[in-house]
C-alpha cells in the first residue's frame, strides 16, 4: 500500500473519532509501510554520489584546460571550456531531476558539502595569490595543483554520500 494511503487511513482513522477501530496489526502494517518508505528516500540520497563527482570532474577539466593554456593563447581553450561548464551543467540538473524524493537529510548534507567546497575553494585561491604561487611569472601547472587541492571537500563528500544511512 503507497504512503499516501497509509496516511490518509491514518489521518481519517485518528481525525474522525474512530482510533478504536483500528487494529493493532493494521497499525503495525501501516508502521512497517511507512519504515519502508523512509528507508527507500534515505536510499536516494546515494545519488548525490554522481553529481558531486560531475562537479569535480568539470573544476578539474576546466582547471586543466585553464593550466595548458594560461594566459587565453587558444580558442580551442574557450570552446572547451564552454562545452565543459554547458555539458556538465545539463548533466547535474539531469541527475538532479532523476531524484523523486529528497530526505532532508541528504539534502542538507549535499548543501552542507556544497558550501565546504566553496569555503575550501576560496581560501586554496586566497593563500594561492597571497603566496603568489599563483601569478604571470609561474608556470600553468601551479593552477591545476590548486585546483586538485581545492577539489578536495568534493571528493570526499563523493566517497561519504556511500557511508551515509
Partial sequence: MPIR???AIL???CYGGKVNDVTPQEAR???ADAGNQATGIRRTDKQYRPI???IAAMYLGS???VSLFPHG???FAGIALVVIFVGGLVGTLFLLLRIRAYSRRGIRRFTWSAFGFTFWNATVVGVSIASRWWGPHQPGI???VSAIIG???LLAAAWLVGRWR
Fill in 5 to 7: 494511503h497509509t496516511l
Fill in 11 to 13: 489521518e481519517t482513522t
Fill in 29 to 31: 502494517a501501516a508502521l
Fill in 52 to 54: 558531486l563527482l560531475g
Fill in 63 to 65: 582547471a586543466f584546460l
Fill in 73 to 75: 593563447g587558444s580558442r
Fill in 142 to 144: 601551479h593552477f591545476f
Fill in 151 to 153: 577539489v578536495l571537500p
